[in-house]
């Protein structure tokens, strides 16, 4: 089993900048991918962005509306992944929810966290 809890969330003016934190604990040897995904009120819970590594390279994607703003990162001594969140705006307010997967290329994930508020006011 693994646990990934959720840090970071808060209140942020648009424009500014918010950092979000997971935290992986237990069996996390072999998890090789972690995201970050959200969900609005009323809306469905979308893909934000992941990072898959190996031995040798880490690679990471983004959904086209945080490109450029949002860039995720990994302290793997920490079992940890980040969040940077620049440029926000009103319309990335949702709960972020951290998910790991054991496969580097996830039709979906093993383990999900409880999720963290992000509001951003105008």
């Known amino acids: 089993q693994v646990q990934l809890v959720e840090s970071g969330g808060g209140l942020v003016q648009a424009g500014g900048s918010l950092r979000l934190s997971c935290a992986a604990s237990?069996?996390?040897?072999?998890?090789?991918?972690m995201a970050w995904f959200r969900q609005a009120s009323g809306k469905e819970r979308e893909f934000v962005s992941r990072?898959?590594?190996?031995?040798?390279?880490?690679?990471?994607y983004y959904a086209d509306s945080v490109k450029g703003r949002f860039t995720v990162s990994r302290d793997a001594g920490k079992n940890t992944v980040y969040l940077q969140m620049n440029s926000v705006k009103p319309e990335d307010t949702a709960i972020y929810y951290c998910?790991?997967?054991?496969?580097?290329?996830?039709?979906?994930?093993?383990?999900w966290g409880q999720g963290t508020q992000v509001t951003v006011s105008s």
């Open positions: 990072i898959t590594w190996s031995w040798s390279a880490a690679n990471t």
């Open positions: 998910a790991a997967s054991y496969s580097s290329t996830p039709g979906k994930y093993d383990y």
């Open positions: 237990g069996r996390t040897f072999s998890i090789s991918t």
